[in-house]
């Protein structure tokens, strides 16, 4: 690197940050375009994501409402009928609330009839899916937010520190992975439930708030392993080599250099975790130790479902729909992050 | 043979290493909760509380519970249930082990021949029709929950067209539906592993020298490209184990099979602490075992590769 | 050096007329093998010479059955031992090769399978071809490595390829393929991977055993002087066809085609003093995009008019020496190398 002038330095680096810039993102988004499931399956999912987060602004039967009169009705077209009141959706506050509030400003006290059927106690099905899509989404994203923002950190720094720290770090990744975590986090459940309380008043954190956390970290070995095998090959490269010889502190190269270039595959391994995090809340959910009553997900509206089988009489819906909205969108999902990986790494593709 | 023997001396001190981290992080969770295990039945008569207590080794020092519960459970005994009146620990894992093992076996078995198969004819019709449908039923099985994949065979298989038992501990009938849908998802990633080692051996020139002496294309695609081919999905089998583990407190809930998993389900859910440990300490165990066992398999397949 | 042309009276093991390969790529069409023609004697070993992507390994690999299903083989005639080869795919022509065919490679690394040992692929081929089992089996795979020159055979065959050194491995390649006596042998680039003073040893090897057994060789190589000490005749390619093709004497006393005149200057020689070798310039043709006329006139420095317009056809010269060229060079001048 001797020899060669700040100026010169200077514009390799603007170089290497346009040329991962611009044309490695233009490739990609080509190539992704021409991926035909992936593109009906990111249609599909930003469809869906809008419908949940509006689906206070839905003019449907308050989802926690029970009826036993009208227990399991099979699916039918009721248009209109009158009768939800605000005072149904007792702990919703907020964006939530004041998204209620313009409901009943727009439609008054309609509400649209059960689409979906209804479940054991006359709830309509249809609203219970969408609003526990609100909360099964939510999971997916913010605990994988949270197993990102954890291997992220842990990988570049083991990466970028290298020598001893590398092994230590990498070491203790590896004596975690040959723990069961799933049982592990099921046994931290429990006990965090019973703590509920005292969590709460010390750390602020809410029920909800607890099981992001604990489901976020499960996921964020192999995230740690792929960013540090990142760093570490990028890490010898030219423009990088060239910031150190300008003077550029470490945490600067880290955060303005490295990251950025590492993002394409963190990307794609983004998109692949949200479904395995969708997968592991619907299953606590569905064994009952995930999302508790009153709110609704996924997995619990299927547990309900399949708890209700049997051979007398037949309540398909209360099977088919929630398990088809969560196939559906897991499915998507991997598509989305198949077509993303073959976009942004064609050599991933080949293998 | 001496070398082997030391491999599994270092791996076999890992494992009891990882347990005992295990067991100490479970003992100070399972006693940092406020009140004891009995917090929520608060409405006991006190000296009846008194009595579980001492029952329980609880009224003791902290120090002194983990050292007698850590030998106890060294001696191979995890202790008695919180809830389960009169049972141990033991029995009840004893008891499950049998059927858990049945099923999670059978499983394993679903998932390897019908993964290997469809993996094979993927990789031999290569971009043909059949590849591209196995493929895209992989992915399928990839993506659904295997709750979800038992939700419609059991409409389809128990309800609709009724050929099997909807639920229950019985005969190998009982066991057919809940073995499948546990293996499923890893049937299906055993199918891409398979396609995607198989081509990519099929391409290598040792394939071809083969060829040129005038094998079979059975023996070429048996004997010489299967054993590379099959590496990945011998890897994969630690994973996959410890998947079908998991995967088995959901099937056995769906189909009522009193297994391990229905029992550590259920002591999580009734805050039976030792039995929930227990487990715990189980599901460690075995898939320590399991990953063992995939190590030692794949030196044997391949002759390059040597335990460290 | 030694060898003694053979007489051409004795009916040919291999015959070849006309034969082209195509492969379908996703960029188009590709013709790899442009009507190739030549005829080997019983003993006899020919040298086929040219660089990458002259179609040289393609042609032997096509007779074999041995291409993907991208290939297209087709032949006016195509004769082992009097008879028509099989098509690609069919069981008669499997049961050919190794038994009236075999062929090495140039990588013993990578053509020897890393999961059996070299015992398990050699029996293999005894078990099939020859239908030995049990004792005598083992004799025969013993015997084989044993004949090959590999020491301790009995503890040997116990071993993996990765057990091996490069120079052991093409020799329990060259056990292996022969075990099963073919009258013929594709030796493609054998010595290519290995240490020059392990080359000569290979080398020596091939010839002792084609003096032993009486079987053709074909040697497919990219250095004229591989050939030069082994072969009877030499054949060599540029862009899937035959430029110039010689009794190994009259090729390197006079070579005629401007290209195997390049080829001749690149090789060094210990004999004498000489600086720098000289390279062929520019690069080997594009296969999907051949020029008009002669696919090598835009690197020949003797190069006509008539040469861009024309491509040349394959001309008799004397004895039994033919050329692909438009324009009589002068003879060659040996001393013009240093």
Redesign the interface.
């Known amino acids: 690197m001797e020899g060669r002038g700040p100026e010169e330095l200077e514009r390799l680096l603007e170089e290497a940050r346009k040329v991962r810039g611009n044309s490695l993102w233009k490739d990609a988004m080509r190539r992704f375009r021409r991926h035909g499931a992936a593109r009906f399956a990111l249609r599909f999912l930003l469809a869906l994501s809008f419908l949940c987060l509006f689906t206070p602004l839905l003019p449907f039967a308050p989802p926690a409402r029970v009826r036993l009169s009208e227990q399991f009705q099979p699916p039918k077209a009721v248009f209109v009928r009158h009768g939800w009141s605000r005072g149904d959706y007792p702990g919703a506050s907020g964006l939530t609330g004041r998204m209620l509030d313009l409901r009943e400003r727009i439609f008054g006290d309609l509400e649209f009839g059960p689409w979906m059927g209804t479940d054991s106690k006359g709830r309509c099905l249809m609203s219970r899916i969408l609003w526990g899509g609100r909360v099964s989404l939510m999971v997916g994203l913010v605990a994988t937010l949270v197993s990102l923002i954890v291997g992220v950190v842990y990988g570049a720094l083991s990466g970028f520190l290298g020598g001893f720290w590398d092994d230590l770090m990498m070491r203790i990744v590896d004596?975690l992975y040959?723990?069961?975590f799933?049982?592990?986090v099921?046994?931290?459940?429990?006990?965090i439930r019973?703590?509920q309380e005292?969590l709460e008043a010390t750390f602020g954190l809410t029920r909800m708030g607890v099981f992001f956390l604990v489901i976020g970290l499960v996921y964020w070995l192999t995230m740690a392993r792929v960013v540090r095998g990142q760093v570490l090959s990028l890490k010898n490269r030219e423009f990088i080599e060239a910031a150190r010889v300008l003077g550029a502190s470490t945490p600067r190269i880290l955060f303005r250099h490295l990251v950025p270039n590492v993002v394409s595959v963190v990307l794609v391994y983004l998109t692949l975790t949200i479904?395995r995090v969708m997968?592991f809340e619907?299953?606590l959910s569905?064994?009952?130790?995930g999302v508790e009553a009153p709110d609704v997900s996924w997995?619990m509206l299927?547990?309900d479902?399949?708890g209700a089988?049997n051979?007398v009489r037949?309540y398909?819906w209360f099977?088919?729909f929630p398990?088809l909205a969560?196939?559906a969108t897991?499915?998507a999902?991997?598509?989305v992050g198949?077509g993303l990986r073959d976009a942004l790494d064609p050599r991933l593709r080949e293998? | 043979m001496p070398h082997l023997l030391g491999f599994l001396a270092k791996r076999l001190f890992?494992m009891a290493a990882?347990l005992w981290v295990?067991f100490t992080?479970?003992f100070f969770?399972?006693r940092?909760?406020?009140g004891g295990p009995y917090?929520?039945e608060r409405n006991l008569p006190p000296e009846i509380e008194r009595k579980f207590m001492e029952k329980f080794g609880l009224d003791k020092p902290l120090a002194e519970q983990y050292f007698e519960h850590l030998s106890r459970t060294l001696r191979g005994d995890l202790g008695p249930s919180f809830k389960l009146a009169d049972y141990g620990v033991n029995r009840v894992l004893a008891e499950g082990l049998p059927k858990s093992a049945a099923l999670g076996s059978l499983a394993l078995v679903f998932a390897l021949v019908l993964g290997l198969v469809a993996g094979l004819v993927s990789a031999v019709r290569r971009g043909g029709w059949l590849d591209h449908g196995l493929m895209v039923l992989a992915?399928?099985g990839?993506?659904?929950?295997n709750?979800?994949i038992?939700?419609?065979l059991?409409?389809i298989f128990?309800?609709t067209w009724?050929v099997l038992p909807?639920a229950g501990w019985g005969g190998a009938r009982n066991l057919l539906l809940p073995a499948f849908c546990l293996g499923a998802p890893f049937a299906a990633y055993i199918a891409r592993l398979t396609r995607?080692g198989m081509l990519?051996v099929l391409g290598q020139d040792y394939i071809r020298t083969a060829r040129a002496k005038g094998l079979s294309e059975a023996r070429v695609l048996l004997v010489h490209a299967l054993k590379g081919g099959l590496l990945p999905v011998v890897s994969f089998l630690g994973p996959a184990v410890?998947g079908i583990?998991?995967g088995s407190?959901?099937i056995e809930?769906?189909f009522f099979i009193p297994g391990i998993g229905t029992h550590?389900?259920q002591s999580?859910?009734n805050?039976d602490?030792t039995l929930?440990?227990g487990?715990?300490l189980l599901?460690?165990a075995l898939?320590?075992l399991m990953?063992l066992l995939v190590d030692v398999c794949y030196t044997v397949l391949d002759p390059r590769v040597r335990l460290d | 050096m030694k060898k003694a042309p053979l007489s051409p009276e004795r009916s040919p093991v291999l015959e070849v007329d006309g034969l082209e390969v195509d492969f379908e790529t996703g960029d188009g069409r590709v013709r790899a093998v442009r009507g190739l023609s030549y005829r080997l004697g019983p003993g006899e070993t020919l040298g086929v010479v040219g660089e990458s992507g002259s179609g040289k390994s393609v042609t032997h690999l096509a007779m074999l059955g041995l291409l993907p299903d991208t290939a297209e083989v087709r032949a006016e005639r195509l004769r082992f031992q009097g008879n028509d080869l099989p098509p690609a795919g069919s069981e008669a022509l499997r049961r050919l090769r190794g038994r009236g065919i075999g062929m090495i490679f140039q990588d013993p690394m990578t053509s020897l399978n890393p999961f059996l040992t070299l015992g398990t692929q050699i029996a293999e081929m005894a078990r099939i071809h020859l239908g030995l089992r049990g004792a005598a089996l083992r004799e025969t795979v013993v015997a084989a490595l044993a004949e090959v020159g590999i020491p301790n055979p009995e503890l040997r065959i116990e071993q993996y390829p990765h057990e091996f050194s490069g120079g052991m491995r093409q020799r329990a390649m060259i056990a292996m393929m022969l075990v099963a006596e073919p009258a013929l042998l594709f030796a493609d680039e054998p010595t290519t991977a290995l240490d020059v003073t392990v080359q000569a040893q290979i080398l020596g090897l091939l010839a002792s055993l084609q003096e032993r057994r009486g079987m053709s060789i074909v040697l497919i190589t990219h250095d004229l002087g591989v050939v030069a000490g082994f072969a009877h005749r030499i054949l060599v390619m540029y862009a899937g066809r035959v430029v110039e093709e010689a009794p190994t004497p009259a090729l390197f006393a006079n070579p005629s085609h401007p290209y195997t005149r390049g080829l001749l200057r690149s090789i060094p020689r210990l004999d004498e003093e000489r600086e720098e070798l000289e390279p062929i310039p520019g690069q080997p043709p594009d296969l999907l995009a051949l020029p008009e006329g002669c696919p090598f006139a835009p690197r020949c420095p003797s190069v006509r008019e008539l040469c861009l317009r024309e491509e040349p056809g394959l001309r008799s010269l004397e004895d039994g020496h033919a050329l692909a060229c438009h324009v009589d060079l002068e003879p060659f001048d040996h001393e013009e190398r240093s």
């Open positions: 004596v040959a723990v069961p799933i049982f592990v099921i046994f931290l459940i429990t006990v019973e703590n005292v479904p997968l619907a299953f569905f064994l009952g130790l997995g299927a547990a479902g399949l089988v051979p037949v398909w099977v088919l398990s969560l196939g897991l499915l999902l991997n598509f198949d293998r | 890992w990882t295990v992080v479970s969770l399972m940092s909760i406020p917090s929520n992915t399928v990839i993506a659904l929950p709750f979800v038992a939700a419609v059991i409409l128990v309800i009724p909807a995607t990519e410890a583990l998991t407190l959901v809930k769906i550590f389900v999580a859910l805050r602490y929930a440990m487990c715990v599901y460690t898939v320590y990953n």
